[in-house]
T-cell receptor, first 114, second 117 residues
Framework: GQQLNQSPQSMFIQEGEDVSMNCTSS?????WLWYKQDPGEGPVLLIALYKAGELTSNGRLTAQFGITRKDSFLNISASIPSDVGIYFCAGQYAGGTSYGKLTFGQGTILTVHP | DVKVTQSSRYLVKRTGEKVFLECVQDMDHENMFWYRQDPGLGLRLIYFSYDVKMKEKGDIPEGYSVSREKKERFSLILESASTNQTSMYLCASSLGSFKGNSGNTIYFGEGSWLTVV
C-alpha cells in the first residue's frame, strides 16, 4: 500500500519560534491535507491542498503541495502555547479506485515552551 | 461548517457486550469512515461506506461490522466487545471524489473513547 513518512516525530520549541514539518510519500498524491489534534479530541482540518505547487496559508500556518506530488510541508510561524498538539498529514492516492480513502502520516507531536 | 457528530464521547462496556457507536453528518456527504486511533499505531481505517447500504472493509475490519441505512448516519458495531478493542474511535465523512479533489477532504467527529473491561 501507499506509505507516508512524516517528520519529525516530535518537536520541542520555544514560544515565538517557527516550526516546519513535512510528509513524503512513495506514490503520487492528488490531495494533501493537514490536521491538528488536541488531546482527547478529533483531528481538525487546518489546510487542504489540491494542486501540485499550490501554496496556501491559514493565519500563521502555511502549507505547500510539492511539485513532484510526492511531498508536502507545513510551516507554523511565531508559535504560541496553544499550537501544542499532534499534527497529521494525509494524502489521497492518485491511482486506482480509492473511494476517498486517505493515507495518514504518523503525526508530529509539537510542544511549545512559554 | 461541516458537522460530524458522534453520539457517545465516553463508554465503558464489559467483555462480550454488543456495542453500537453512532455517527451522523449534516453535509450530505457521500463517504463515511470509521477509524480507530491507538498510541504508536496512528489512525487505522476499520470500515468505510461510499453510499447508502454500501460498505467496504478497511485495514482492520476484524471484530467489527457497520451499517449505513441512511446517507447521514454510519454505525460501527462491535458484536462481542473484547479488551483489545479499547481505543479511541473516530468517525469521518467526505463529500465524494466525483466532486473533484476537494471532495476528498475528510472531516472528523470529536471521537468516542471506548473502554472494554
Amino acid at each position: 500500500g501507499q506509505q507516508l513518512n512524516q517528520s519529525p516525530q516530535s518537536m520541542f520549541i520555544q514560544e515565538g519560534e517557527d516550526v516546519s514539518m513535512n510528509c513524503t510519500s512513495s506514490s503520487i498524491f492528488n490531495t494533501w491535507l493537514w490536521y491538528k489534534q488536541d488531546p482527547g479530541e478529533g483531528p481538525v482540518l487546518l489546510i487542504a491542498l489540491y494542486k501540485a505547487g499550490e501554496l496556501t496559508s491559514n493565519g500563521r500556518l502555511t502549507a505547500q503541495f510539492g511539485i513532484t506530488r510526492k511531498d508536502s510541508f507545513l510551516n507554523i510561524s511565531a508559535s504560541i502555547p496553544s499550537d501544542v498538539g499532534i499534527y497529521f498529514c494525509a494524502g489521497q492516492y492518485a491511482g486506482g479506485t480509492s473511494y476517498g480513502k486517505l493515507t495518514f502520516g504518523q503525526g508530529t507531536i509539537l510542544t511549545v515552551h512559554p | 461548517d461541516v458537522k460530524v457528530t458522534q453520539s457517545s464521547r465516553y463508554l465503558v462496556k464489559r467483555t462480550g457486550e454488543k456495542v453500537f457507536l453512532e455517527c451522523v453528518q449534516d453535509m450530505d456527504h457521500e463517504n463515511m469512515f470509521w477509524y480507530r486511533q491507538d498510541p504508536g499505531l496512528g489512525l487505522r481505517l476499520i470500515y468505510f461506506s461510499y453510499d447508502v447500504k454500501m460498505k467496504e472493509k478497511g485495514d482492520i475490519p476484524e471484530g467489527y461490522s457497520v451499517s449505513r441505512e441512511k446517507k447521514e448516519r454510519f454505525s460501527l458495531i462491535l458484536e462481542s466487545a473484547s479488551t483489545n478493542q479499547t481505543s479511541m474511535y473516530l468517525c469521518a465523512s467526505s463529500l465524494g471524489s466525483f466532486k473533484g479533489n476537494s471532495g476528498n477532504t475528510i472531516y472528523f467527529g470529536e471521537g468516542s473513547w471506548l473502554t472494554v473491561v
